[in-house]
């Protein structure tokens, strides 16, 4: 079955880079995404990849997805202390009609000022 | 745009009472899904619908978990008798059909079980 893994904690100091990565199993994965979760909130879609592109840019994020390693990053240029948070990769396979999402464990971005 | 609309935010009750969620999707979306999040085991699917219809309820823990979507704006999780091992977060988002399956999440409801 599809099974997505993340790092648990990541320690960044405000105004570094920070680079979240993802692994996940499953080659028929469609499309890729990241969702943030602050405390208490809901998950916020961040970005999303398809299968087919190696990198997305959004302003301060960047999406790296390695299909033949099956490795998914997200990369946060500049990093404030409102981008604490636990942030989730998750993927979907549209192709073979999956469309829940499965998500990793997430990772625990902490900012340090 | 409201955005998902979870209700209620918090749920405290006692072990063996029925307890419902409910959830609004987005106008115009036409997937909704109810997933629980844990500590143990993270984000879960419990079961979606496409067009009011379930398609997927393999989440579902057990015959005491049900869900309803009656119409395109509405849908309820009810837990009936409710155990303490079901306290979580319990979230329902919604999504457009076609494109990139982008799910917009509601705030989630907290349901603690005594």
């Known amino acids: 079955g599809e099974d997505v893994e993340q790092s648990l904690f990541l320690s960044v100091r405000e105004g570094d880079s920070s680079v979240i990565n993802c692994t996940y199993t499953?080659?028929?994965?469609?499309?890729l995404y990241w969702y943030k979760q602050e405390p208490g909130a809901g998950l916020q879609l961040l970005t999303y990849?398809?299968?087919?592109?190696d990198m997305k840019q959004d302003q301060r994020l960047t999406v790296l997805l390695n299909k033949k390693d099956k490795h998914l990053s997200l990369r946060i240029a500049d990093t404030q202390t409102g981008d604490s948070a636990i942030y989730f990769c998750?993927?979907?396979?549209?192709?073979?009609?999956?469309?829940?999402?499965?998500f990793g464990s997430g990772t625990r971005l902490q900012v340090q000022p | 745009d409201a955005g998902v609309i979870q209700s209620p935010r918090h749920e405290v009750t006692e072990m063996g009472q029925e307890v419902t969620l409910r959830c609004k999707p987005i106008?115009?979306?036409?997937?909704l899904f109810w997933y629980r999040q844990t500590m143990m085991r993270g984000l879960e699917l419990l079961i979606y619908?496409?067009?009011?219809?379930?398609?997927?309820d393999s989440g579902m823990p057990e015959d005491r978990f049900s869900a309803k979507m009656p119409n395109a704006s509405f849908s309820t999780l009810k837990i009936q008798p409710s155990e303490p091992r079901d306290s979580a977060v319990y979230f329902c988002?919604?999504?457009?059909?076609?494109?990139?399956?982008?799910?917009?999440f509601g705030p989630g409801t907290r349901l603690t079980v005594t």
């Open positions: 990849i398809f299968s087919n592109m």
């Open positions: 988002a919604s999504v457009r059909q076609g494109g990139s399956n982008e799910q917009y």
């Open positions: 499953d080659s028929s994965s469609t499309y």
């Open positions: 998750a993927e979907s396979q549209i192709d073979t009609g999956r469309r829940a999402l499965t």
């Open positions: 106008s115009g979306h036409n997937s």
């Open positions: 619908f496409n067009n009011n219809v379930p398609i997927d």
